[in-house]
């Protein structure tokens, strides 16, 4: 069912009283100044789901200044009216690990599945202060970044310059420069103590400009960081009651390397630490078991979680460690069956794979590791959250797309294009309810994130009174992916989300994201005047006379 939108012109109480007096009806212009105005936006006849207080219901929302101001049992006048009739109304999707929206054609692709809130809490970011600059009233939709745990080491052991490092879009590169250069101490070094307090000065410097917390590569410098170096990473954002969030330690997933140990190295440091932790991307082997510790530890009182994504494969730059061909084929299987190429469009052989990671080691990649049974199974899980993984919105030459540019010329993994429109044809299919498959889109995020001391996320997640007006309408009998791994589907938006709201203003009409409309907001703590970190002492009982710092 289509979504009809009607306008009604605005007459503030000033103006009510001189129609009035113009047609000579007489009035008493103190009870005509003390008239409520209309709402901004009425969204008339939704099923309303607010996940926090368990409201699934035909309900009206009237939104002004931003925020939702009614949630009435009746319909509602307002300046738009937007009747919403057989469509969900939910609070907009937050997405916290998505490297695409840090540009605005990947931000485009966040909207166009319902996000409103798109982070990249995993990869993170250098110079905070500058990267939220950069998107100051200019962005479609909320914003927010970490600081950068493989940047701070990429700086420190291979002699980048900060100020050249932005996000994700340097992030490829910087790999294959270090690689290039016959470095890659980011990677397999270990540091000094000299050095570890450079690199935990870098992330301090990055926590005090606002930064939501610490990002945090680990699996891809398994090698180089060690057990003590992650754990004064990790107390380092705890100085600041901050999160960290890590990916997985390991790959290969046997003992004595299980994803549930390296879960609890981390796990242990949030542990002792009193410190949020988001274990990004858990959905690898030995999941359940760390499903179970999360849950656990939340029964506890700690504030941690975890993501998964409605996907079998993952993806990442060809020069990663765990692609050396010897290290898949034992791992994972057959080179020609499960790396695939999203710019040719095919698996590639493993003398393909050599070649890539010797020519172009920042050249992204797909690999298919995970059964297909896994995916409704993940997205049943209480206290997930559902976060894409997005990539780096390039077309088959490996170069950006423009806000402007065709879906079409996408070459990149899916995921990018349709995670919360999969994980919400998927609950349809499969039926999940929806309000489960609407809490771990959103409110879950919201609710550990404002728990982690982020304000703007205690009113986001929630459709009630007084919450930011960030919302998201779908179609439940129609919304679906159209994204695939074939070469020019790459990019398909999905289709059944016709309405996108960002703090009030409407981003995303009739499935289309207006141009020029830049309502988003800044996901961030407030900048401090003095950093908090104090450098490690080198002559302590810890150090031990050792080669790196124990």
Do not use: C
């Amino acid at each position: 069912m289509a979504i009809v939108s009607r306008w009604r012109p605005r007459i503030e109480p000033g103006m009510f009283v001189i129609l009035l007096l113009w047609f000579g009806i007489g009035v008493n212009p103190g009870s005509a100044a003390g008239a409520v105005p209309l709402p901004d936006i009425a969204l008339n006849h939704g099923r309303v789901i607010d996940p926090e207080t368990g409201l699934d219901a035909i309900r009206h929302l009237g939104i002004t200044d931003g925020e939702i101001t009614q949630v009435s049992e009746t319909p509602l006048e307002a300046v738009r009216i937007i009747d919403v009739s057989g469509h969900i109304v939910a609070p907009g999707f937050i997405d916290t690990h998505t490297h695409g929206a840090v540009t605005p054609h990947g931000g485009k692709l966040s909207l166009r599945n319902g996000v409103t809130t798109a982070m990249d809490l995993e990869a993170g970011a250098m110079n905070i202060a500058r990267w939220y600059d950069e998107r100051d009233g200019k962005w479609q939709l909320n914003y927010g970044t970490t600081v950068s745990q493989e940047f701070a080491r990429a700086v420190v052991l291979d002699g980048f310059d900060p100020v050249s490092l932005r996000d994700m879009r340097d992030l490829f590169a910087t790999r294959a420069a270090s690689q290039g250069q016959g470095k890659s101490r980011w990677s397999t070094g270990i540091a000094t103590a000299d050095e570890l307090n450079s690199i935990l000065g870098l992330l301090d410097e990055g926590l005090r400009e606002g930064a939501i917390g610490i990002g945090s590569l680990l699996g891809y410098a398994a090698a180089g960081i060690t057990s003590r170096e992650m754990y004064e990473t990790q107390r380092v954002a705890a100085n600041y009651g901050r999160l960290t969030a890590v990916h997985q330690r390991y790959f290969e997933n046997a003992p004595p390397k299980e994803n549930s140990i390296a879960a609890a190295e981390v796990m242990n440091n949030a542990f002792v630490l009193d410190a949020p932790l988001l274990y990004v991307h858990f959905n690898i082997d030995n999941w359940p078991l760390v499903q179970e510790l999360m849950v656990g530890a939340r029964a506890r009182g700690m504030n941690v979680w975890g993501e998964v994504y409605p996907y079998t494969s993952g993806s990442t730059n060809v020069g990663a460690n765990f692609l050396d061909p010897d290290k898949w084929k034992a791992t994972v299987g057959a080179i020609e069956t499960t790396v695939y190429d999203p710019q040719l469009g095919r698996f590639i052989t493993e003398d393909e794979l050599v070649g890539f990671r010797t020519e172009e080691p920042g050249r992204t990649i797909i690999g298919f590791i995970r059964p297909e049974a896994w995916v409704v199974p993940w997205l049943r899980l209480p206290g997930v959250v559902v976060a894409g993984d997005g990539m780096l919105p390039t077309d088959a030459d490996g170069q950006l797309l423009a806000w402007e540019d065709a879906y079409e010329l996408g070459a990149y993994h899916p995921r990018t294009s349709g995670t919360q429109a999969k994980a919400l044809r998927l609950a349809r299919e499969h039926r999940i309810p929806w309000p489960h498959i609407i809490r771990i889109l959103s409110y879950n995020s919201a609710k550990y994130l404002g728990d982690a001391g982020i304000e703007a996320m205690r009113r986001r997640g929630r459709l009630q009174v007084g919450m930011v007006a960030d919302i998201t309408v779908f179609d439940p009998a129609t919304v679906t992916d159209r994204s695939s791994f074939d070469l020019g589907r790459n990019g398909i938006p999905p289709d059944g989300i016709p309405l996108v709201v960002v703090n009030g203003v409407v981003v995303v009409d009739k499935a289309r994201v207006l141009e020029g409309v830049f309502p988003g907001q800044p996901i961030r703590f407030a900048p401090e005047s003095d950093g908090r970190f104090q450098p490690l002492a080198l002559d302590g009982d810890w150090v031990l006379e050792a080669k790196h710092p124990h």
